[in-house]
């Protein structure tokens, strides 16, 4: 095994969170510096739902899973893979509050556990 630090949880220069609004649908990649810039819903990756949702097991929780590991993780082919298994554990199950917070850090861990899984 190497010692050098995985790619996926080494420490970022810039700290990023991903929220959405209570109505549901809106996410915003939000920038350490307060700068909101809209997450774009990856439909080339996966064509799911014109709409992101969340606290359920939705076409639009799915298309929010795939565009949250695609610009987390800058690997298509992860989100891809795994935007199902994110729905179940991520973004269905506990329920969501009214409002959406997720790290960037928490959902690069997240597909390097599932990757480290799947090679076992």
Sequence with gaps: MSDAPCPLTAPLPVSIAYVGGANGQDVS???ESD????????????NLSPTFAWG??????????VALIAHATGDDAAAKAHYEA??????ASPPMPV???MPRW?????V???KEAARQ
Excluded at 37 to 42: D, I
Excluded at 60 to 65: H, T
């Design 29 to 31: 990649v939000l920038l």
């Design 35 to 46: 700068e909101k810039e809209s997450l774009p819903p990856r439909h080339d990756i996966a």
């Design 56 to 65: 359920g097991r939705s076409a639009g929780a799915q298309q929010l899973a």
């Design 86 to 91: 994110f729905v179940e554990e991520a973004l």
């Design 99 to 101: 409002e959406l917070h």
């Design 106 to 110: 928490w959902i690069r861990n997240w």
């Design 112 to 114: 390097q556990h599932r």
